[in-house]
């Protein structure tokens, strides 16, 4: 099956390209939200988090104590490495079960900001880099985030691989920057995945 990545910078736009995907019947998996439940329900992964990183890390009730993961690791980029090579493996097995559940489908898409980081890219066939310009990135994240302010957004921003790295890495680009149109970018792709597939 053909496995297609769509990665780009926060506030690109990569969850409404991956709604198109879905509209047009491809089944989409979205890493951030797999990695929260994964993190939540996968009892293996639950005990290196807390052999890691403490008790704390989970709640009485054995909910995923976020900001108490969030305050220990992602300011210490030791912390924030080891944080991420314990979660992506399991990440990384609940993508292949995934794949193997949806294998009727002429091809998948995984949504993943850390494409390359986390090396996911290495289990996909091609990649998609969704592009918009800086500017507009902040301005959207400053309405769909209001509890982030500007240097927040510029802090994460930073963290993140260069959006021309990813982009000549990419063998696709969706432009999402308020003048190209976004159905016709997905419509060509979802065509040359259907011929591919």
Known sequence: MLKIGITGGIGVGKSVVCHMFALLGIPVYDADTRAKWVMHYDEALKQELTEA???????????LNRAYLAKSAFHDPGKLALLNSIVHPHVAKDFTDWVAANSGAPYIVKEAAL???????????EIIAVFAPMDIRIKRLLQRDTHRTQQDIEAIIGKQLKEEEKMARAQHIVYNDDKQLLIPQVLKLHEQFLTKA
């Open 53 to 63: 990183f403490g008790m704390e890390s989970y709640t009485i009730d054995g909910e």
């Open 115 to 125: 494409m390359y980081e986390s090396e996911a890219w290495r289990q996909m066939d």
